[in-house]
C-alpha cells in the first residue's frame, strides 16, 4: 500500500539487509503471504513498529541535535582562527 501523503516523500532512502537461515526465511516469507504483502512491506511495516514503540525513542532526533550543534561549534572555532584570534574553544 503506498501513501499519497507520504510525510518522508522526496527523503533519501537508505538499504537495510541482514541474512537469514533457509528456514527462517521461509517462515518469514509464508508470514507475508498469508497477510498478503510483499516482503518489503513486512519489513518496512517491522521497522516502523519497531521505531514507534522504542522505549528511548529521543536518541533518533538527539543524534542529529548533536551532530548540527557540534558542526556549529567547528564552524565558530575555525571562523575565529581564520580572523586571527586565536583561542581555546
Do not use: H, W
Not at 541474512?19 to 511495516?45: D, H, M, P, V, W
Not at 525513542?57 to 575565529?80: A, P, S
Amino acid at each position: 500500500m503506498v501513501l499519497k501523503n507520504n510525510p518522508l516523500s522526496g527523503e533519501d532512502r537508505k538499504i537495510v539487509s541482514t541474512r537469514l537461515y533457509a528456514s527462517e526465511f521461509i517462515y518469514f516469507k509464508k508470514t507475508c503471504e498469508q497477510e498478503g504483502k510483499t516482503i518489503n512491506t513486512k519489513l518496512r511495516e517491522m521497522i516502523r513498529d519497531e521505531i514507534k514503540n522504542y522505549p528511548n525513542k529521543n536518541i533518533f532526533t538527539k543524534k542529529k541535535e548533536d551532530q548540527e550543534k557540534g558542526e556549529e561549534e567547528l564552524k565558530q572555532k575555525y571562523t575565529l582562527e581564520i580572523k586571527g584570534e586565536m583561542k581555546n574553544v
